[in-house]
């Protein structure tokens, strides 16, 4: 069967970094995607991969090796506002998002 | 504001009560969803539309039934739920249903409580 598999809780603390891991079997592979979504809200776009390697955007980064069926997402200067859950999701062959369960991330002062 | 607006926000009924969600979404999208989100679980996804036809069933139960008159609007219709069906249900939509890059626009999501 298809499987995303990452943690379903982290704590960090404020203007560290944090990294939230995200493993995958899937039937194929077009592209892997990280959401975030705080709590009463919409799930929204964070980052898409489809090549392995790292792709930075501001305090985010997300990085995919698709030999290892693996993906991070690494958060820098973690503020306050970062407390949310983050869900993984991979687009397999027929173009289905097979979804983790979300990993929610409490940030402390 | 999300582009995709999701009414009521909140919903109490029974279990012998006919309700029905509303999604609507105002950014041009083809492609439109119904997921449920249960806690600590991966999203389900329910329904597919795109363009209008119904692409997606995900082996709902028929006290699910959807409907969508037009690409901007879907609806949720519920009867004679079961306590078991008591979640978040999310609408989202994309700009199509084939595409890698394939990113959707969530609404905030309606609360579902059965009694």
């Known amino acids: 069967g298809q499987n995303i598999d990452q943690p379903t809780e982290m704590t960090a603390t404020e203007g560290a970094i944090v990294q939230i891991n995200c493993t995958y079997q899937t039937s194929g592979f077009n592209g892997l995607f990280w959401y975030q979504q705080h709590a009463g809200e919409a799930p929204t776009f964070l980052s898409y991969?489809?090549l392995d390697g790292l792709e930075e955007k501001g305090r985010f980064s997300s990085f995919l090796s698709r030999s290892k069926g693996y993906s991070y997402l690494l958060l820098k200067e973690l503020q306050m506002k970062d407390s949310a859950s983050y869900l993984c999701a991979v687009m397999d062959s027929n173009y289905q998002l097979i979804w983790g369960a979300g990993t929610k991330l409490i940030i402390k002062p | 504001e999300t582009g995709v607006t999701q009414t009521p926000r909140h919903l109490v009924m029974g279990m012998t009560n006919k309700k029905s969600l509303k999604c609507e979404q105002h950014?041009?999208?083809?492609?439109m969803y119904w997921y449920k989100q249960s806690a600590k679980k991966p999203l389900e996804l329910m329904f597919v539309?795109?363009?209008?036809?119904?692409?997606e069933n995900n082996s709902v139960p028929s006290r699910f039934s959807p409907e969508c008159p037009n690409s901007s609007h879907l609806f949720l219709h519920l009867h004679t739920l079961q306590p078991e069906d008591s979640a978040l249900y999310l609408c989202?939509?994309?700009?199509?249903?084939?595409?890698?890059?394939?990113?959707?626009?969530f609404g905030a999501g309606s609360r579902l409580t059965v009694l």
């Open positions: 991969n489809v």
């Open positions: 989202a939509s994309s700009q199509d249903k084939v595409s890698g890059a394939n990113v959707l626009t």
């Open positions: 950014l041009g999208h083809n492609a």
């Open positions: 539309y795109n363009f209008k036809e119904q692409t």
